[in-house]
């Protein structure tokens, strides 16, 4: 992989200007914005000069599947902003879960992982994993006397999120990072819901961090991506030879939409989580509503732990209302300004009854086990006037109605 010095030296820079002039690389024609370079390969001038790049004797872009300056920028732009010193772009998340998992684990290795995960990241533990002779085993990730026993054998890797989807639980990274590494285990984050800004789990012991950049680092809609942060020496040994010979790359198109989505990601996140903090306040209070969880809110049973890890509360608000299922897509249908959709981080809130859909596959009896219900609505908060978004809400019936207005 092709890597010029950082004149910037973006490793010592705040999130927000990171953010900006992180990992820029201009060209001869010196532009301000960053370039895209949609090419899938790259000439030599010499025989001897191809060689050579094959060989490893001089740094270069060889080929897109291996390295691509577009894709390089936004992977060195998202290493200074999560304080991370390598990383790797690939073409989703799950692609970046699935690589980030494989270029640690081996036949013969054990995983230990939450079991409350984002849907695919749980059919790979349970499912995939195995298959390769990979043991796995999935726990109850609130619950430290769990994880404790679990590594009490030894294991390759831990695996968990936090805040979880959709039920907001918060897992004490310190915590189980010190457990896992006692058992000789690396920890492994999908760190999703907490965004590279609000929680930075490398300072707390994490080996290795995922992301969808799907969500908020793109946060308009508008393509795939995914990045594996971590060592400079995990990056350079086991990520990429796995991501150079199995090719989840990321298209540099998508890459250079990322780059500019990172480029707003600080003002976007913290409108959001202002937003978020605005309309679990507000659902509390309201009629129907049985319980709203928000990791900052006094009543979150964590509050004190989602703000010890935290910096804030992140984008998503999950409610309880009364009811069930009939009066859950009542609710959704009578929306009219948040669209339904499985999808979240983005400029858009979007709202989803995660029983029937992100979680409809692990079956009641799973949904039960990690405590997501029939009466359960997970809002993503966008960018829109918090005002609107709550009359939207009461006008589809969550309250007394009380602050009815047209929207
Ligand atoms: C969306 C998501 C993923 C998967 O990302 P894709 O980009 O859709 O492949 C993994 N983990 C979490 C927590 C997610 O929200």
């Not at 995983?111 to 390769?132: E, N, T």
């Not at 109850?140 to 805040?163: I, M, S, Y």
């Not at 457990?179 to 490398?202: M, R, S």
């Not at 703000?307 to 009939?326: C, D, S, W, Y």
Request: aromatic share 6%; net charge negative.
């Amino acid at each position: 992989m092709s890597r010029l010095p950082d004149p910037l030296h973006a490793d010592t820079l705040h999130a927000d200007t990171a953010a900006v002039h992180g990992g820029i690389q201009r060209s001869q024609f010196e532009e301000t914005a960053e370039a895209l370079y949609l090419t899938s390969g790259y000439v030599y001038g010499s025989a001897e000069e191809a060689a050579e790049a094959f060989d490893g004797a001089c740094e270069r872009y060889i080929y897109s599947r291996y390295g691509n300056p577009t894709v390089q920028m936004f992977i060195d732009r998202l290493c200074a902003i999560e304080g991370a010193e390598a990383g790797a772009a690939t073409a989703s998340g799950m692609s970046a879960v699935f690589t980030a998992l494989l270029g640690l684990l081996r036949k013969g290795d054990r995983l230990v992982g939450s079991r409350a995960l984002f849907g695919s990241c749980a059919h790979i533990c349970s499912h995939i994993l195995p298959r390769y002779g990979i043991e796995t085993e999935l726990i109850d990730g609130n619950d430290l006397a769990a994880w404790e026993q679990a590594l009490a054998r030894p294991a390759k890797a831990v695996f968990l999120e936090t805040p979880t989807n959709p039920q907001l639980d918060i897992i004490d990274l310190k915590a189980v990072s010190a457990l896992a590494h006692a058992a000789g285990a690396e920890v492994v984050i999908d760190n999703v819901f907490a965004t590279p800004l609000l929680q930075k789990p490398l300072e707390l012991g994490a080996d290795i961090v995922v992301y969808s950049a799907t969500k908020h680092i793109d946060g308009q809609g508008r393509c795939l991506g995914g990045a594996i942060l971590g060592s400079r020496q995990f990056c350079d040994e086991a990520l990429q030879p796995f991501i150079r010979h199995t090719g989840p790359s990321m298209s540099p198109f998508n890459a250079w939409i990322l780059l500019k989505g990172l480029e707003t990601l600080v003002v976007r996140v913290e409108r959001q989580c202002r937003t978020a903090m605005e309309v679990a306040r507000w659902l509390e209070g309201q009629a129907g509503v049985r319980r709203v969880i928000y990791p900052f809110l006094d009543s979150h049973p964590q509050a004190a732990l989602a703000r010890r890890q935290m910096r804030a509360g992140g984008t998503v608000v999950t409610f309880e209302i009364e009811g069930g299922r009939p009066e859950a897509f009542a609710l959704l249908n009578a929306l009219r300004l948040i669209p339904i959709s499985n999808n979240l981080g983005d400029a858009k809130s979007l709202a989803t009854h995660p029983a029937s859909t992100t979680h409809h596959r692990i079956g009641a009896e799973g949904r039960a086990a990690v405590g997501i219900g029939e009466d359960m609505i997970r809002l993503s908060l966008g960018l829109e006037h918090p005002e609107d978004l709550i009359r939207d809400l009461n006008r589809a019936g969550v309250g007394n109605g009380a602050d009815h207005r047209e929207v």
